[in-house]
């Protein structure tokens, strides 16, 4: 039986699409003086394009057949940013993940334990988590280093903290991961020469 949400869907396969983008949901508006007032309605979310590289039509089939199984916008699956699936310091995967141990009020600012001694959180990096039956996912937007007990100063992240989390949760740095769903009609296969497709696909993070 397959499992959701699936983890294997961006696994043996070449992809040249377009990175995470990180999506404010925002609205702006004009008061009759003409002042712009802007309006936060909730935390940003990460929007994802892929596009596979040529695919030999046996396998193109068998991504196809792996994404028709999400049925439409109903099944989850994990993805995460092509440029930076693990953290840039360590491409050998010998980081350690951590654990939250501190959230600024601001809640874009957050503390690790549980990290290697000089363990460096790089800027650009990602981590996640999971809280309250959901997946956070983050992009680190400032360097850190841990110091001798493993333990960071704060330092922000961005989209900032949604409420739920939990002090003590697990942060996953090696192989940080998100839940998306499809974007509703936007997978599309192109064959070139008879013998290769190319297939794009969209998807959404589950907020």
Same mark, same amino acid.
């Given at each position: 039986?397959? /499992?959701?949400?699936?983890?294997?869907?961006?696994?043996?396969?070449? !992809?040249?699409? %377009? #990175?995470?983008?990180?999506?404010?949901?925002?609205?702006?508006?004009?008061?009759? %003086?003409?002042?712009?007032?802007?309006? %936060?309605?909730?935390?940003?979310?990460?929007?994802? /394009?892929?596009?596979?590289? #040529?695919?030999?039509?046996?396998?193109?089939?068998?991504?196809?057949?792996?994404? %028709?199984?999400?049925?439409?916008?109903?099944?989850?699956?994990? @993805?995460? $940013?092509? =440029?930076?699936?693990?953290?840039? @310091?360590?491409? $050998?995967?010998?980081?350690?993940?951590?654990?939250?141990?501190?959230?600024?009020?601001?809640?874009? @600012?957050?503390?690790?334990?549980?990290?290697?001694?000089?363990?460096?959180?790089?800027?650009? $990096?990602? *981590?996640?988590?999971?809280?309250?039956?959901?997946?956070? *996912?983050?992009?680190?937007?400032?360097?850190?280093?841990?110091?001798?007990?493993?333990?960071?100063?704060? !330092?922000?992240? =961005?989209?900032?903290?949604?409420?739920?989390?939990?002090?003590?949760?697990?942060?996953?740095?090696?192989? #940080? =991961?998100?839940? !998306?769903?499809?974007?509703?009609?936007?997978?599309?296969?192109?064959?070139?020469?008879?013998?290769?497709?190319?297939?794009? !696909?969209?998807?959404?993070?589950?907020?």
């Amino acid at each position: 039986m397959i /499992s959701f949400p699936r983890v294997d869907l961006l696994a043996n396969v070449g !992809f040249t699409g %377009d #990175p995470l983008v990180l999506v404010s949901r925002q609205e702006m508006s004009r008061t009759a %003086d003409g002042i712009s007032i802007g309006k %936060d309605l909730g935390s940003a979310i990460w929007l994802a /394009s892929f596009v596979t590289e #040529p695919l030999r039509n046996a396998l193109a089939l068998e991504l196809e057949a792996d994404l %028709d199984t999400l049925d439409g916008v109903i099944n989850p699956f994990e @993805a995460y $940013d092509l =440029r930076r699936p693990g953290p840039r @310091a360590y491409p $050998d995967g010998s980081a350690n993940d951590g654990v939250l141990s501190a959230v600024n009020a601001n809640n874009k @600012a957050i503390a690790l334990t549980g990290l290697k001694a000089g363990q460096i959180i790089s800027k650009g $990096d990602y *981590l996640s988590f999971d809280f309250g039956g959901r997946r956070a *996912l983050h992009r680190v937007s400032e360097r850190v280093v841990a110091n001798s007990a493993g333990v960071t100063a704060q !330092f922000e992240v =961005r989209p900032h903290l949604r409420p739920g989390w939990t002090l003590g949760i697990a942060v996953n740095l090696r192989a #940080p =991961r998100g839940v !998306f769903n499809l974007a509703p009609g936007s997978v599309k296969p192109k064959t070139y020469n008879g013998t290769q497709t190319v297939i794009s !696909f969209q998807a959404v993070q589950i907020p």
